[in-house]
């Protein structure tokens, strides 16, 4: 099993910024793919943004050029820079982590943090 504990959410005006950290605990081995899904009021799960221990980083479309994705392999935590935010990035960010990028979705997941941007 991996423990991934999420923090730094928070409320914040549209065109702040803000830095989710995933921190993972347990298992770390099967964490060779770590990302970020968020999910809407009202809407399902959306994939945000992962990176695998290689480097290879992926994005949706809507935050390319606002958010940052990076890791620290040797502390087994990935962050989420988000720049430029914007009210439709309102929503709880969830942290996945699995062994390959294209498993992400069905690997461990944390509690998740609340993102607010109000505009």
């Known amino acids: 099993q991996v423990q991934l504990v999420e923090s730094g959410g928070g409320l914040v005006q549209a065109g702040d910024s803000l830095r989710l950290s995933c921190a993972a605990s347990g298992r770390t081995f099967s964490t060779d793919a770590m990302g970020w899904f968020r999910q809407a009021p009202g809407k399902g799960r959306q994939f945000v943004a992962a990176m695998d221990r290689s480097g290879n980083r992926a994005y949706v479309n809507s935050v390319k050029g606002r958010f940052t994705i990076s890791r620290d392999n040797a502390k087994n935590t990935v962050y989420l820079q988000m720049n430029s935010l914007k009210p439709e990035d309102t929503g709880v960010y969830y942290c996945?982590?699995?062994?390959?990028?294209?498993?992400?979705?069905?690997?461990?997941w944390g509690q998740g943090t609340q993102v607010t941007v109000s505009s």
């Open positions: 996945a982590a699995s062994g390959t990028l294209s498993t992400l979705e069905s690997g461990s």
